[in-house]
């Protein structure tokens, strides 16, 4: 039975109490301090409309090491043909609105609600989540957003309007990524996109393990804008 959350107590029961599916509490609230907490313990929320706050720690978890990146033909192309303006932090309430508007197979709404928007924007103007958009003359056609802490990347969602946006997008934050020499991103729960890709599932203890290590250094908070 996953535990349930008061509002006063920020604590989070440990990763390895959660269920088979990997539900490991209901409840609480979306400050940023709870938010803060939950990614530090490698939980994050995921519901949808009408439901409590689902709070959960997957095992195997999805994740993508930002040197192993796979960079298919057709992205190398993109890459080549400089077609995209990439940005990052520039837009970051347009792209969790796209990501929150994007149909997903298999799922009828969306868990990006607009308490979840909120939440996640003023995690973004506390600088501690972070987008980067991919612009083909001055308009947003894809980008995606995440959340940082220490030497860890913990992405949330995706958006394209155009082939490869999205991936261009994650290409040029997983090259700053590398040059600040994250450990980590978390991609959570498996895709074959993420698969492609070049993320990898390994279990919730080999997670941990390397989270605990990329959380031993400073958090690059702030707007990454500025650090381009």
Same mark, same amino acid.
């Given at each position: 039975?996953?535990v349930e %959350?008061s509002r006063r ?11 088979e599916s990997?539900l490991?509490? =209901?409840?609480?609230d %979306?400050s940023?301090?709870r %938010?803060k ?7 994050f ?8 706050? #689902? ?7 999805? =994740? ?6 796979i960079?298919?033909h057709s992205?190398k192309?993109s890459?080549?043909k400089?077609?995209?303006? +990439?940005?990052i932090?520039?837009a970051f309430?347009q792209v969790i609105?796209?990501c929150?508007k994007?149909p997903?197979?298999?799922e009828?709404?969306?868990w990006?609600?607009?308490?979840m928007?909120n939440?996640y924007t003023? #995690?973004?103007?506390?600088g501690f ?6 612009w083909i003359d *001055?308009e947003?056609v894809?980008?995606?957003?995440g959340v940082?802490l *220490?030497?860890?990347f913990?992405g ?5 309007l +155009?082939?490869n946006?999205?991936k261009i997008?994650?290409?040029y934050l997983v090259e700053?990524l ?10 959570? =729960?498996y895709t074959?996109h #993420?698969?492609?890709l *070049? *993320? ?8 941990m ?7 031993l250094i400073e958090?690059?908070a ?7």
């Amino acid at each position: 039975m996953p535990v349930e %959350l008061s509002r006063r107590n920020l604590e989070f029961p440990e990763p390895d109490e959660a269920d088979e599916s990997g539900l490991l509490a =209901v409840g609480g609230d %979306l400050s940023i301090e709870r %938010l803060k907490q939950a990614y530090s313990k490698g939980i994050f929320p995921w519901y949808e409309d009408g439901m409590p706050i #689902l709070w959960w720690s997957p095992d195997p978890r999805m =994740v993508l090491f930002p040197r192993k990146m796979i960079i298919s033909h057709s992205l190398k192309h993109s890459i080549k043909k400089q077609q995209f303006t +990439v940005t990052i932090d520039t837009a970051f309430a347009q792209v969790i609105k796209h990501c929150a508007k994007t149909p997903r197979k298999g799922e009828d709404g969306t868990w990006i609600t607009r308490d979840m928007r909120n939440a996640y924007t003023r #995690l973004h103007e506390a600088g501690f989540a972070h987008s980067a958009e991919a612009w083909i003359d *001055g308009e947003l056609v894809g980008g995606l957003y995440g959340v940082s802490l *220490g030497k860890a990347f913990f992405g949330e969602s995706m958006f394209h309007l +155009v082939t490869n946006a999205s991936k261009i997008a994650l290409y040029y934050l997983v090259e700053k990524l590398n040059s600040w020499n994250f450990e980590i991103i978390d991609a959570q =729960v498996y895709t074959n996109h #993420l698969e492609s890709l *070049g *993320g990898e599932m390994i279990p919730r203890s080999q997670y941990m393990h390397i989270l605990e290590k990329a959380l031993l250094i400073e958090d690059i908070a702030g707007n990454w804008k500025e650090r381009i």
